[in-house]
T-cell receptor, first 114, second 113 residues
Framework: ETGVTQTPRHLVMGMTNKKSLKCEQH?????MYWYKQSAKKPLELMFV???????ENNSVPSRFSPECPNSSHLFLHLHTLQPEDSALYLC?????????????FGPGTRLTVT | DQQVKQNSPSLSVQEGRISILNCDYT??????FLWYKKYPAEGPTFLIS?????DKNEDGRFTVFLNKSAKHLSLHIVPSQPGDSAVYFC????????????FGQGTTLQVKP
């Protein structure tokens, strides 16, 4: 596998379910990100991890819980979501330093909350 | 309040002609500006960037222009090709070593053969 992978690609869950999104990067980067893209809205940064430490939480509700066990893996744990949380969730990675803005994105997980 | 705006949701151009995608921003503290391209069912891919100390950056068929006084940047694609059909996102960053990006809503470009 190369680049940034995300699983699952599609997820349908009820409001009482608990699920997790997984992201893995094979680029040797040390920063990882979660973004949310809702219909007709810009990509919204949710969380930033640098060297496994969370450095940014963009006022995300606690029903979204990120986990970064190492620099290559990032999870987003979901519980008691609302229908308005239905969106495309994108993971990205970059190299902390002079080109941290050059981010490599995974294909995303299309989440539907019923 | 949106700090980065792309006011044109879509653009259609003929193959071989120039495509011009526009982006406006409000925060004068932004230091780097980027363009990303996204095909359906794929994540965005980095296309080109420009530092706030420059007013132009060119990479092959792609050129980004920055007008700091107007808080405006644009992406020129010359000549446009059908494979350029995608959604283009403008983004801004406070510095080169932070990954905190603010994205615009995107502009869908269609290049007709």
């Amino acid at each position: 596998e190369t680049g940034v992978t995300q699983t699952p690609r599609h997820l349908v869950m009820g409001m009482t379910n608990k699920k997790s999104l997984k992201c893995e990067q094979h680029l040797g980067h040390n920063a990882m990100y979660w973004y949310k893209q809702s219909a007709k809205k810009p990509l919204e940064l949710m969380f930033v991890y640098n060297f496994k430490e969370q450095t940014e939480n963009n006022s995300v509700p606690s029903r979204f819980s990120p986990e970064c066990p190492n620099s290559s893996h990032l999870f987003l744990h979901l519980h008691t979501l609302q229908p308005e949380d239905s969106a495309l969730y994108l993971c990205a990675s970059s190299q902390e330093g002079t080109r941290a803005y050059e981010q490599y994105f995974g294909p995303g997980t299309r989440l539907t909350v019923t | 309040d949106q700090q980065v705006k792309q006011n044109s949701p879509s653009l259609s151009v003929q193959e071989g002609r120039i495509s011009i995608l526009n982006c406006d921003y409000t925060n004068s503290m932004f230091d780097y500006f980027l363009w990303y391209k996204k095909y359906p069912a794929e994540g965005p891919t980095f296309l080109i960037s420009i530092s706030s100390i420059k007013d132009k950056n060119e990479d092959g068929r792609f050129t980004v222009f920055l007008n700091k006084s107007a808080k405006h940047l644009s992406l020129h694609i010359v000549p446009s090709q059908p494979g350029d059909s995608a959604v283009y996102f403008c983004a801004a960053s406070g510095s080169s070593n932070t990954g905190k990006l603010i994205f615009g809503q995107g502009t869908t470009l269609q290049v007709k053969p």
